[in-house]
């Protein structure tokens, strides 16, 4: 933190998105980024070298659940954990892989067989997500769940991504960790922070500490996941804790 507060111009500023700007809702599409989100880092972006959101959505939906992001200055948005990209208004991204529209097609018939009610699909158009937290069990769907659909991604070349009541599948050969990576090299940044709450920020959290620069990672708290709690530099409260840290460092950046 006193190498951003030194040198904020060198500074990457990362950040997921579900959990860490916004709440975790039962149904993904009702998510809404955390209302102070989006002025507390367009003050951020004035001050630093970039804020970049690595996300597993697309950048699309982001930006839709995200009122003002748009607006913020320099912001990179990595969707699909790095597959996507979105800078000054336009996005870049390779063809999506033909696995995910062919394991979605075999997913009904799939969660049919298992007789598990409550579990939901989103389609996110380079990946699949199924979701638990609706189901009478949650915890308990998500077990049945994990073998079956190992080997519904391995047939279709395809990976896991868990999360929070979720398993999503998704094409192989980049994670939030890679991204973050390339996106610190390309941007010869001097200091890194990057704030997360679930599984998948665990490989951003590796990448800031192989970068060899000075960083700090940041857990957005919850009961139900800990490991990042473990691993984390600092641990705040959910969404209102991270959005208050980077008003904190907002302020602290105006001021110096």
């Known amino acids: 933190m006193e190498a951003i507060l030194r040198d904020p111009g060198g500074a990457v500023i990362g950040l997921d998105f ?24 367009a003050d951020l972006g004035r001050h630093v070298c970039a804020v970049v959101i690595v996300t597993g959505r697309p950048v699309a939906k982001a930006l839709e659940l ?9 912001l990179v948005i990595l969707g699909h ?41 989103e389609d996110k158009g380079r990946a699949v997500a199924v979701h638990t937290r609706r189901a009478a069990d949650p915890e308990g ?12 991604a391995e047939k279709h070349g395809l990976v896991i991504e868990p999360g929070r009541m979720v398993l999503e599948l998704r094409p192989p050969g980049m994670d939030k960790g890679h991204a973050l990576s390339l996106f610190l090299t390309a941007r010869s940044a001097r200091s890194v ?3 997360g709450d679930d599984l998948g920020d665990l490989a951003a959290f590796d990448a800031v500490r192989v970068s060899g620069l000075p960083g700090v990672t940041v857990c957005s708290g ?5 490991a990042l709690a473990e691993r984390a530099d600092i ?12 008003a904190e460092l907002a302020s602290a950046l105006s001021r110096s």
């Open 193 to 195: 922070l990057f704030a």
């Open 18 to 41: 579900d959990g860490t700007l916004s709440p975790i809702v039962p149904d993904p599409a009702s998510a809404r980024i955390h209302p102070q989100a989006a002025a507390v880092l």
């Open 81 to 121: 954990y790095g597959f996507e990209r979105w800078e000054n208004g336009r996005v870049s991204a390779p063809p999506p892989p033909p696995g995910v529209p062919r394991a979605e097609a075999e997913l009904p018939l799939l969660l049919d067989s298992l007789a598990l009610e409550g579990v939901t699909v």
């Open 222 to 226: 919850s009961t139900e996941v800990t």
């Open 235 to 246: 641990v705040v409260d959910g969404p209102d804790g991270v959005v208050a840290l980077l």
């Open 66 to 74: 995200g009122p003002g992001l748009a607006d913020v200055p320099g």
């Open 141 to 152: 769907a998500l077990a049945a769940l994990r073998e079956p659909l190992a080997k519904l």
